[in-house]
């Protein structure tokens, strides 16, 4: 346990005997973690979200990784602050609350009224032209047209929102660099996806039970999106996602996240960010798969999901169709509502 003890040292830079969350991303990138490190600083980023860890939890914790068979991604991820149940039961509570209030009374929250109805959005499409080249945006608008893909409507309050992964690290971070010098170009429509995303949380954070995924990155790219970090609370859940699937690993809090929402009347969970061929089609499929019956709805909100560009071309290898376009199809035949933009009410 001596060298456990000595990480907990290198880290607790103030020696205090307490790593909180800002310490170790600081302390974190001071010494240089990278790719390598991302797995347990994801844990440990999981870990002290809302108390830091003395050097007796540090130590238990990286003691039970060490002998984990999937290290960071195993039992150790049930140490930190799954609650994503008693999360869902407060966002009850307070819709509750606001429901037996009085029109005019602090709090109250009229169903009616439109939480988001994407004002100022003129299409995916049109968006994709101002950023990308006519043939992006030309192959896009064919798949929506052939797929006859409208809009949704969902009440706030029998309604989740699930973003995929929204983190600087696919606008700005090491996922970009990775892409080489087109990256810049490649993740436009992501951060336009992310800006929606910004956009609607501004409206529904407070009215709607959301949870985020993060996939694990260095410290510097590990952090939510610019466009979301003034807007996401610093105490916010999150499940740690290390592959395509959410729904692996099994510890990260998902699948009970998942039942809370079916046992609290929750009937509509939308999805969104990145990247849409990828994640969040593997996503959306396996929570369709693993869900009983039509319990539970599940949308993707197409207005809030980014690929990389090169993902809008139609393409061969798809059968003529883009990658894009083959993830819409794949999730609508699997039992997934494809939806080019949803209404929040």
């Given amino acids: 346990m001596t060298e456990f003890s000595e990480l907990f040292d290198a880290l607790d830079r103030d020696r205090d005997g307490l790593l909180t969350r800002q310490e170790l991303y600081r302390v974190a990138r001071e010494l240089g973690w990278q790719q390598p490190q991302a797995p347990i600083y994801a844990l440990l980023d999981f870990m002290t979200i809302r108390t830091p860890l003395d050097r007796e939890a540090f130590v238990a914790c990286m003691a039970e990784v060490s002998r984990d068979p999937q290290g960071a991604y195993g039992r150790a991820l049930c140490r930190g602050p799954r609650g994503a149940v008693s999360t869902f039961r407060g966002m009850v509570l307070e819709n509750e609350k606001t429901a037996n209030t009085a029109p005019g009374e602090p709090g109250y929250h009229n169903e009616s009224r439109m939480l988001w109805d994407g004002s100022g959005y003129e299409g995916i499409s049109e968006l994709l032209q101002e950023l990308l080249s006519a043939e992006h945006c030309g192959n896009f608008s064919d798949a929506l047209k052939r797929s006859a893909i409208p809009s949704h409507t969902v009440l706030s309050r029998e309604t989740a929102l699930l973003l995929i992964d929204p983190q600087r690290s696919f606008t700005a971070g090491d996922w970009m660099r990775g892409l080489g010098p087109l990256g810049e170009m490649e993740v436009m429509p992501i951060r336009l996806a992310f800006d929606n995303c910004a956009r609607l949380l501004e409206a529904v954070y407070k009215h709607a039970e959301v949870m985020f995924s993060r996939c694990p990155f260095s410290p510097e790219s590990y952090?939510?999106?610019?466009?979301?970090?003034?807007?996401?609370?610093?105490?916010?859940?999150?499940?740690?996602?290390?592959?395509?699937?959410?729904?692996?690993?099994?510890?990260?809090?998902?699948?009970?996240?998942?039942?809370?929402?079916?046992?609290?009347?929750?009937?509509t969970l939308v999805m969104g960010g990145c990247t849409l061929n990828s994640c969040l089609r593997v996503s959306a499929v396996a929570t369709r798969n693993s869900s009983p019956g039509d319990a539970l709805e599940l949308v993707v909100d197409l207005s809030l999901c980014g690929a990389r560009a090169s993902n809008y071309l139609n393409s061969s290898q798809f059968g003529g169709i883009s990658a894009v376009e083959a993830a819409m199809r794949e999730m609508s035949a699997c039992g997934v509502r494809v939806a080019e933009r949803v209404v929040w009410r």
């Fill in 223 to 267: 952090g939510w999106d610019d466009t979301l970090d003034q807007i996401i609370d610093e105490s916010q859940l999150y499940f740690i996602k290390p592959s395509n699937n959410l729904l692996m690993p099994d510890s990260n809090g998902y699948r009970e996240w998942v039942q809370g929402l079916l046992d609290h009347g929750i009937r």
